[in-house]
């Protein structure tokens, strides 16, 4: 695993890589700088923004407040108005808490509308990002379908607020990682704490910085390889939640188109993971890629592996080099 490493950083591999097994760290790494600009050399312990393994915390918040304050198959409208929209358009009357956690809501992906990108670094506010896709038509009938879209999940992002009458970040810190004792994990609507690992788009060309407000709850959580390997194993060991709620997390909710949920493989998407299976072994994971990141958590539950692979450069394969030292820790 050492040499496989070693190897990649010898061919311009930039980030942090963690793998454990039941506990035992097989591997603690990183290569490259957190800032070219200053020649800041990355650490196994360096901050990089989590793109859309954000998505996991918070699909696991909403499964949190579950009973108490949100039921899965309540609509989702009653959560937002007033205070996010004035009205309920029409095709969102019955869309549900679950679609918007597990890419079954129909709502196009804000990612892909024009000047997502340009206004990636510009301060906002969770209304108007809601604004942007309130009145665009279904990509399909609400739970008839799945597909990627960042636009649920900051639908979700809003609910938790609005349910709790907190901002997103506290109840990140409360309910996990405060709980789980996860110090380098947070949210902020502006940059992660000093010392983060600055985005590139490839080595030598830097990715503008990206605004904590407009990622929000789809891709705006920071975090290290020590946290979400700790993150992972809480599943585990039912630090997160009760073994029904977290058996729920990993739970199939949609099936993945024919080529796999964002063309990775995986047969199915469940509460923020891609279900898969590793050399017969169950695997749940999930990539995150976003202006100047990549970015994979890997957990075989049955195993107790996990496997984090963070890159400021965001043209590296992070889901491929964690499949392949999942496979190696399986087979040391």
């Keep these: 695993m050492q040499a496989y490493l070693q190897n990649l950083a010898a061919h311009g591999f930039t980030g ?16 490259g700088e957190a800032d070219e600009a200053a020649h800041i050399p990355l650490r196994p312990d360096t901050i990089f923004r989590l793109a859309s393994v954000t998505k996991q915390f918070t699909a696991t918040l909403i499964l949190r407040l579950l009973g108490c304050r949100i039921h899965l198959d309540d609509p989702v409208c009653p959560y937002l108005i007033p205070r996010y929209i004035k009205a309920c358009p029409e095709a969102w009357r019955t869309m549900t808490v679950r679609e918007t956690v597990t890419h079954t809501s129909g709502i196009p992906d804000i990612q892909n509308l024009p000047g997502f990108y340009a206004m990636l670094s510009q301060p906002t506010t969770t209304q108007e990002i809601i604004q942007r896709f309130i009145n665009l038509p279904l990509d399909f009938p609400p739970g008839t379908g799945w597909k990627y879209t960042n636009s649920g999940f900051i639908l979700a992002g809003a609910i938790i607020e609005s349910v709790t009458h907190k901002p997103y970040g506290a109840v990140l810190h409360d309910l996990i990682a405060g709980p789980l004792d996860l ?40 975090s290290n390889t020590d946290d979400l390997v700790n993150w992972d194993r809480s599943f585990g060991a039912y630090l997160v939640a009760p073994p029904a709620i977290v058996k729920e997390a990993f ?67 992070t889901n491929g080099i964690a499949r392949h030292l999942a496979t190696l820790a399986l087979n040391s």
Excluded at 274 to 288: C, I, N, S, T
Aim: aromatic share 10%; net charge neutral.
């Design 16 to 31: 942090s890589v963690q793998v454990v097994r039941r506990g035992q760290v097989l591997a603690r790494f990183a290569s």
């Design 183 to 222: 110090p380098n994990t947070g949210y902020s609507r502006g940059n992660p704490p000093p010392g983060y690992a600055k985005g590139y788009f490839t080595l030598g060309s830097p990715a503008p910085p990206t605004n904590g407000s407009e990622a929000f709850s789809a891709t705006g959580v920071f």
């Design 251 to 317: 739970t199939p909710q949609a099936p993945c188109p024919s080529g796999g949920c964002l063309n990775l493989p995986s047969s199915a998407y469940a509460f923020g993971w891609l279900v898969d299976r590793l050399e017969g072994h169950r695997l749940r994971y999930h990539p995150g890629l976003l202006q100047g990141y990549s970015a994979s958590n890997m957990y075989l539950l049955d195993d107790d592996i996990e496997v984090v692979v963070l890159s400021n450069v965001q043209d590296t394969d």
